[in-house]
């Protein structure tokens, strides 16, 4: 079978941003697939084989799984798909879970990982979540070691705390963290001001995942909304797509939202062109809702990015 590639045939419309402080350039909305699961039937699966496949045709070629989701069967839905075009025209993350305790174990769930995605090497591991019962030196052992037998391109962390990430940093012997994948959204803001600022100077990518909530946003309340429909407008785009774009116009960020439909696959990808004002990113610093803290938008004033567009 010939490998699909489809830059010859599609128009490529995703912008692409630096890595961290490598020369990899990855799209800054990517493909989320949390939501692939255990025990559905086989029209489930092939709808997100479709949405996946159209996310590569529009550039979204960023594409974000892990071994937890539906305990091994996104990996496997994933490998399906981009086993059909070039290998060099993808980048594929994918996660370690914790629940793996010791130095053996953590090796074995990588390789099972490459397994199920039908892969040599992914472009980025990431350890999924800092564990109380596994040291976080001994997951840097195994990233290190991942990555100095070829079996991916990059490491990184994911739901790690600016000290955990500063800890995990200097148990690595030759390796270099280039990501931390955070939960971050319009409404959920604390890592934009408090994380952030760190990976900006340090060079690190900050990964937001969920930057539509659970719900794409269609349980906003009445502030977050009155300010996302004058902006929406202004833009001729949607609240949604407002709200992705709102993200990625901060430096160091790129973001995979997931869609199970095409129509929303689409209307995420269109937001990448949205170049929003200063006043409108930092007018949503000042929203009274519990995720954000007490933070002065002082903190996050030189975090917009103006340099990508």
């Known amino acids: 079978m010939n490998k699909n590639k489809f ?4 128009p490529l419309i995703m912008r692409k941003v630096q890595l961290g402080k490598t020369k990899e350039k990855i799209s800054v909305i990517g493909q989320g697939t949390w939501g692939i699961k255990q025990r559905k039937d086989k029209a489930h699966y092939e709808q997100w084989k479709k949405s996946l496949r159209r996310g590569i045709e529009l550039g979204m070629t960023h594409i974000d799984t892990a071994e937890f989701y539906g305990h091994g069967i996104s990996e496997k839905v994933v490998g399906e798909v981009i086993k059909d075009y070039e290998r060099d025209e993808l980048f594929i993350t994918t ?4 629940m793996h305790l010791r130095y053996k174990s953590m090796k074995r769930a990588a390789y099972k990982s490459l397994k199920r995605l039908g892969l040599n090497n992914v472009d980025l591991y990431l350890i999924h979540w800092p564990s109380t019962l596994t040291s976080i030196r001994t997951q840097m052992k195994v990233m290190d070691d991942l990555l100095n037998e070829g079996m991916t391109r990059y490491i990184g962390v994911s739901n790690f705390s600016v000290e955990q990430f500063e800890k995990a940093q200097s148990y690595l012997k030759k390796g270099e963290l280039v990501n931390n994948q955070l939960h971050a959204n319009i409404k959920r803001q604390k890592h934009i001001h408090k994380s952030l600022p760190y990976y900006q100077k340090n060079g690190i990518t900050l990964t937001a995942y969920s930057p539509l909530g659970h719900r ?14 004058p902006i ?14 709102w993200l990625i116009n901060h ?13 929303h696959l689409e209307s995420n990808a269109q937001a990448a062109d949205i170049k929003l004002s200063q006043n409108e990113i930092s007018i949503f610093y000042k929203l009274k809702i519990l995720e954000l ?3 002065s938008s002082e903190a996050t004033k030189n975090t917009l990015n103006t340099s990508s567009f």
């Open 95 to 98: 996660k370690l879970f914790p």
């Open 7 to 10: 830059s010859d045939k599609f």
């Open 293 to 295: 803290d007490d933070t």
């Open 216 to 229: 794409g946003f269609t349980n906003l309340n009445r502030d977050i909304r009155e300010k996302l429909n």
């Open 251 to 263: 430096e160091n960020i790129i973001t995979i939202p997931k869609a199970f439909h095409l129509e």
């Open 232 to 245: 929406a407008k202004n833009h001729n785009s949607t609240i949604q797509q407002v709200a992705i774009a």
